[in-house]
């Protein structure tokens, strides 16, 4: 197929990379605010990767030409953290054509439908799929501009669901090639739910806060960051998800079992399992707390989960209390800002019901 990946960090590089890799011509495009790994890309005309996946593979195009990065693509992936998501949304509106999917990975929470908001998509219109993942299929970062080291490929456990949902079972079988695990949802509700970022990442950089900022995020993430306490705030995030996902009738698994069956973990627990995870050994802190790990997973995440909460009647009182602590932390009205919301989606003032029809 004729590929296009909007996003050029590490998570698109990595989707760039093995879909060439595959055999598909692949486009990749990003902003140009951010300019040096697509340069690097352009002049090699090829990706590299190391680890779980590991080769070379040729581009036919990088840069910053969005409709050059669009040319005659069938699928395209929008790859990136939360506050992409739109902006993408709005670079594509009134570009894409009939028959084109479009896949946003991760879904950060309502991932497809404010790609389709943005892109000027009303709900109803199904000329283009539009779905959504649970999670990036890569633990993988940037090694320097056009490398991407891959910790691991998902060996199950990423949800898949369009919109409309009755596409789900035709975009995995288009995928299938490059993504044969990827598994269906039931909505994209169970997609956005099953997103665990908010859950793990909030708790382990408060957790550090002081040892991230003294150090500048020179220690383990995962293997040092992750005490039996900090497993304890986890735990107690990723109950009121479930609890969230059972009210609108949907199966929401706990972070460590679906960890292991996506291969990043080893036992089902809250503490030493991240710790000894496979999947997380080697990934270092962030530099510094202004990071996606509380600007995302706190003002798109935990804001997301808790206001679809509070529209369905359920009680987030460890989600508030953390969506609390980091604005003062960081200076912010995360909840103020509401930067997703389910108002945000057009999903406000829908009962559990309603929305599960929806």
């Known amino acids: 197929m004729k590929i296009a990946v909007l ?18 011509e692949v486009r990749l495009f990003d902003f140009p605010q951010f300019p040096d790994n697509i340069e690097a890309i352009a002049e090699k005309k090829c990706i590299s990767a190391e680890g779980d996946i590991s080769g070379s593979a040729n581009v036919a195009y990088a840069g910053h030409d969005i409709d050059e990065a669009l040319k005659d693509a069938e699928l395209i992936y929008v790859v990136g953290p939360a506050f992409s998501t739109e902006p993408f949304g709005k670079a594509v509106a009134g570009k894409l ?38 999670t990036l299929h890569y633990a993988v970062r940037l ?20 919109l ?17 695990s990827m ?8 997609s956005s739910l099953q997103n665990a970022n908010p859950i793990i990442h909030p708790a382990v950089t408060l957790a550090n806060a002081a040892r991230i900022e003294n150090t500048g995020g020179d220690f383990l993430f995962y293997e040092e960051g992750v005490s039996d306490s900090t497993g304890r705030m986890i735990e107690a995030l990723d109950q009121e998800r479930i609890a969230i996902g059972a009210k609108l009738g949907i199966t929401v698994a706990p972070d460590p ?9 080893l036992e089902d627990n809250y503490g030493a399992a991240y710790r000894k995870a496979p999947g997380f050994h080697g990934i270092g802190a962030q530099p510094q707390l202004d990071h996606r ?21 359920v009680e987030t009182p460890t989600m508030d209390a953390m969506i609390q602590l980091t604005s003062v ?13 389910p108002e945000s989606l057009g999903i406000d003032g829908l009962s559990a019901a309603e929305l599960g029809r929806l």
């Open 143 to 162: 090694a320097k501009p056009g490398h991407v080291r891959v910790f691991l490929k998902l060996k199950a456990g990423n949800l898949l669901a369009a």
């Open 183 to 190: 598994e269906p949802a039931h909505s994209i509700l169970q």
């Open 97 to 134: 054509r009939s028959g084109q999917t479009v896949i946003v990975t991760p879904s950060s929470c309502g991932g497809a439908l404010a790609f389709k908001r943005a892109a000027g998509l009303p709900l109803e219109d199904h000329s283009i799929w539009v779905a959504e993942t649970s």
């Open 293 to 313: 790990y509380l600007n995302e997973d706190v003002g798109y995440g935990l804001v997301f989960m808790s206001a679809l909460a509070r529209q369905i009647d």
């Open 329 to 341: 932390l960081m200076g912010r009205d995360y909840a103020g800002e509401a930067l997703r919301t």
């Open 257 to 265: 079992q679906m960890g292991m069956r996506q291969g990043y973990m």
């Open 7 to 24: 996003g050029a960090g590490a998570g698109g590089t990595a989707i760039a990379f093995d879909c060439a890799f595959h055999g598909h």
């Open 164 to 180: 409309p949902n009755q596409q789900t079972s035709d975009i995995l079988q288009l995928i299938a090639d490059v993504y044969p």
